[in-house]
């Protein structure tokens, strides 16, 4: 009888344990118009139970493999790749902080992330390869939507996210954002920037 009072009593304490913890939300973003609604999608549906989110960008730049010019010029072209890496930077950085005010409009604080992917690696890879350091408990990602140039960044990211990533992975469709779309918001209302 006793041995049953305390298996009832560490029963009870797993429990309350179990309802505590708080997760890690990690959300990926592209460059595309999408980016913003995946966000509120996450912010509506998932934010709300963590305790730590993480908005990461995964970008990169096309370094220029052909110089016109002598040939004597090769030092040249490493300083004109410094210069285009430095700029996708830039607008990457300012890109993300954009995001992330955002995030702070729709009422969470998020940590920023950006990831340096091309040309050493896809974004894709990249963002497998942060989620494996930091271990997020949920990563959303949307299914589709064009990145920088046109090239179809999520799709086949999104597919490739959920085969590899040992975290639960999250797919934002459109049809969640359409449904999303159709409710009216509440911060938007008051008439803010």
């Not at 086949?156 to 049809?175: I, Q, W, Y």
Request: hydrophobic share 35%; net charge positive.
């Amino acid at each position: 009888h006793h041995n049953a009072h305390v298996k009832s009593q560490q029963a009870s304490i797993v429990h309350t344990e179990k309802v505590v913890k708080k997760m890690h939300v990690m959300v990926a973003l592209d460059e595309s118009e999408y980016s913003k609604q995946v966000l509120r999608w996450s912010a509506e549906n998932m934010m709300k139970r963590a305790d730590k989110i993480t908005l990461v960008h995964a970008y990169g730049y096309s370094p220029m493999t052909f110089f016109p010019g002598p040939k004597g010029e090769r030092k040249s072209l490493g300083t004109v790749n410094e210069v285009i890496k430095k700029e996708a930077t830039k607008a990457s950085t300012e890109y993300l902080q954009q995001l992330g005010k955002f995030c702070n409009q729709l009422g969470y604080q998020a940590e920023l992330k950006l990831l340096l992917a091309r040309p050493v690696v896809s974004e894709k890879q990249a963002i497998l390869a942060y989620t494996e350091k930091t271990k997020p408990d949920v990563l959303v990602v949307g299914s589709r939507g064009m990145g920088a140039f046109g090239r179809m960044f999520l799709g086949s990211t999104s597919d490739f996210l959920v085969h590899n990533c040992k975290s639960a992975v999250m797919v934002v469709r459109e049809a969640d954002i359409e449904q999303q779309l159709e409710k009216p918001h509440r911060e938007e209302a008051g008439g803010q920037a």
